[in-house]
T-cell receptor, first 110, second 114 residues
Framework: QKEVEQDPGPLSVPEGAIVSLNCTYSNSAFQYFMWYRQYSRKGPELLMYTYSSGNKEDGRFTAQVDKSSKYISLFIRDSQPSDSATYLCAMKGGANNLFFGTGTRLTVIP | EAGVTQFPSHSVIEKGQTVTLRCDPISGHDNLYWYRRVMGKEIKFLLHFVKESKQDESGMPNNRFLAERTGGTYSTLKVQPAELEDSGVYFC????????????FGQGTRLTVV
């Protein structure tokens, strides 16, 4: 069983739609949860960083963590064509190394 | 502030040859990590340096991989001899001292072994 499960998509939405991206995990020791955005041929770019359960909002992006369900989400409001990318969830526990999902490829259609 | 920089961006080598990848972390970041993504799979951890010391190398696939971090600054990852299954994208990341620091990634080195 993988440590982190993420639906690879692809996911296509019209411009302006609300996007919901999700990951589940199995290791209850994970405490730090991240979402990275990766454009083609580029490195992962940190979008959201949260500790433990709860919500965090940054502009059009909202990250949610539900540790009781081992489930994390990223919501993108008013999606734009420039949001088209692969979104990676990542998490870590006591050690510093990250465990990644496979990534969800998102396309926002103008 | 400069980000994490990796060289080269792309390398094509023959099976059995040696390749050395380089990573320059963000200045002041004590933690340096190497990750790898093989086609169709998730990004996976290889190893972690704290300054010049290897903190965790549990993800290194085998002894054909050798990582060093000279003086706690830049790091190199050498693959010798390269095999076909070593093909993938190798990412370097760095973060500040401590456990909760955010990791910033380089653009990656795409390695193709033919």
């Amino acid at each position: 069983q993988k440590e982190v499960e993420q639906d690879p998509g692809p996911l296509s939405v019209p411009e302006g739609a609300i996007v919901s991206l999700n990951c589940t995990y199995s290791n209850s020791a994970f405490q730090y949860f991240m979402w990275y955005r990766q454009y083609s041929r580029k490195g992962p770019e940190l979008l959201m960083y949260t500790y433990s359960s709860g919500n965090k909002e940054d502009g059009r992006f909202t990250a949610q963590v539900d540790k009781s369900s081992k489930y994390i989400s990223l919501f993108i409001r008013d999606s734009q064509p420039s949001d088209s990318a692969t979104y990676l969830c990542a998490m870590k526990g006591g050690a510093n190394n990250l465990f990644f999902g496979t990534g969800t490829r998102l396309t926002v259609i103008p | 502030e400069a980000g994490v920089t990796q060289f080269p961006s792309h390398s094509v080598i023959e099976k059995g040859q040696t390749v050395t990848l380089r990573c320059d972390p963000i200045s002041g970041h004590d933690n340096l990590y190497w990750y790898r993504r093989v086609m169709g799979k998730e990004i996976k951890f290889l190893l972690h340096f704290v300054k010049e010391s290897k903190q965790d190398e549990s993800g290194m696939p085998n002894n054909r991989f050798l990582a060093e971090r000279t003086g706690g600054t830049y790091s190199t990852l050498k693959v010798q001899p390269a095999e076909l299954e070593d093909s993938g994208v190798y990412f370097c990341a760095s973060s500040r001292q401590g456990q909760g620091g955010e990791a910033f990634f380089g653009q990656g080195t795409r390695l193709t072994v033919v």
